[in-house]
């Protein structure tokens, strides 16, 4: 299987920065998707931005766009996220996230999640 290790993040006031980093071990060879998502307290978790392989192709949420830049390796083994301009509605668990092989055998893997606070 894919194992994520996430590491960064903390607290930031409004409008600070911070960014997440990502190591992808284990079965690793058939990863085609690594990215970040995030969860609120009393929200759904969502997938906030994704680098898919081949081309590559960055994929961002609205709610992020023009803020979040996401980063990684050709070899799909290590991502980053780089968190500018942050807001308060940014609070959240954030996950690393990997999709391995294709249909029919498509996989997810999510990270165990690093905290993030951003207050005044």
């Known amino acids: 299987q894919v194992f994520l290790a996430e590491s960064g993040g903390g607290s930031a006031q409004p409008g600070g920065s911070l960014r997440l980093s990502c190591a992808a071990s284990?079965?690793?060879?058939?990863?085609?998707?690594l990215g970040w998502g995030r969860q609120a307290p009393g929200k759904r978790r969502e997938l906030v931005a994704t680098i898919t392989s081949g081309d590559p192709r960055i994929n961002y949420s609205d709610s992020v766009k023009g803020r979040f830049t996401i980063s990684g390796d050709q070899d799909m083994r290590a991502v980053s996220l780089q968190m500018n301009s942050l807001k308060p509605e940014d609070t959240a668990v954030y996950y690393c996230?990997?999709?391995?092989?294709?249909?029919?055998?498509?996989?997810?893997?999510w990270g165990q999640g690093i905290e993030v606070t951003v207050s005044s």
């Open positions: 284990g079965r690793t060879v058939d990863i085609n998707v």
């Open positions: 996230y990997a999709e391995r092989g294709r249909p029919p055998l498509r996989f997810e893997v």
